[in-house]
């Protein structure tokens, strides 16, 4: 059977045929012996190619011999793969990849380049909620964020230039966290979460948007496994691209592009 695996900072990705259907899964890269034994254990004779930051440290522990593949060659055609069964249009685009941290890269057909990125990511996103409220569970993150609020802790361009017309839209945020009225103890964790989200998610489409206007292109797909399950995350993403007239598109499974591209390589 073969298999391709992106062992990434927080996260091991695996994607695998199995009659004929693809089949996609996640362990923690904390415990990349998970990962091996369910290699092990899952497949006889496996076909594996690896990428990712982790791959090195996995195939030291795995009986097999197995091919590798730079990481981003993985995820641009990983990417394309995804993009053309879910439809989209063809043409360039901007890849935002939010995995612990953030990659930001030019794709236009085969070409591809890497344009920048932000240590702002999914680490952040996470690293930052457990400082503030002590939640380290990622299941437990997403249901406390819900129905948080980011009023009381950011502040607004509209609330700045309250009475007056602002010169830049009023719905931007002007200060994240900068909403100094706020009295700590009458904020509610999910607050806490709502805003740290907003935070991440501003600041990964603002260099995203500044990163397709470079490119004179508008288009900007986003990665990566800090969008599963995050409503939210998805949310402050799609709609900050928009308001800073970029085109977002959150692409189903996109955080296994890299272990779907290492599969495809076999
Ligand atoms: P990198 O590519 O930067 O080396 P990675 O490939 O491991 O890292 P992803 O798997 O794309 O990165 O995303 C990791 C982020 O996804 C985490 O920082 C966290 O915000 C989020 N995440 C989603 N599911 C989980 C989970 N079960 N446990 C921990 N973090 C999760
Ligand atoms: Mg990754």
Redesign the pocket.
């Known amino acids: 059977m073969r298999i391709g695996i992106?062992a990434?900072?927080?996260?091991v990705?695996i994607a695998y045929i199995l009659n004929d259907k693809l089949e996609l899964l996640?362990l923690?890269?904390k415990e990349l012996l998970q990962a091996v034994n369910w290699v092990k254990e899952t497949l006889d004779t496996p076909e594996i190619c690896v990428t990712?930051?982790?791959a090195e440290q996995l195939a030291k522990l795995l009986p097999f011999e197995m091919k590798r593949i730079v990481?981003f060659e993985a995820t641009c055609k990983g990417v394309q793969y995804l993009m053309s069964h879910s439809k989209q249009e063809e043409g360039p685009f901007v890849l935002v990849?939010?995995?612990?941290?953030t990659?930001i890269h030019y794709v236009n057909g085969e070409e591809h380049v890497r344009i920048g990125g932000t240590g702002v990511?999914?680490?952040t996103?996470?690293g930052l909620s457990r400082l503030l409220t002590g939640i380290e569970n990622?299941?437990e993150f997403i249901l406390s964020e819900v129905g948080g609020q980011r009023d009381e802790l950011d502040l607004k361009v509209k609330h700045i230039y309250e009475g007056s017309e602002p010169p830049i839209p009023g719905e931007l945020t002007a200060s994240n966290f900068g909403n100094l009225n706020s009295v700590p103890a009458n904020v509610p964790i999910s607050d806490y979460l709502s805003s740290v989200i907003g935070l991440v998610g501003e600041t990964v489409a603002t260099a995203s948007v500044l990163a397709a206007a470079q490119r004179g292109i508008s288009r900007i797909v986003y990665?990566?496994?800090?969008f599963?399950?995050?409503q939210s995350l998805k949310k402050v993403v799609a709609e900050y691209t928009v308001l800073r007239e970029g085109q977002p598109i959150i692409l189903d499974n996109g955080?296994y592009s890299?272990a779907i591209g290492a599969l495809l390589s076999l």
């Open positions: 992106d990434g900072g927080t996260l990705k996640k923690p890269s990712g930051g982790k990481e990849n939010v995995g612990t941290g990659s990511g999914g680490g996103m996470i990622y299941q990665i990566g496994s800090s599963s399950g995050n955080e890299g």
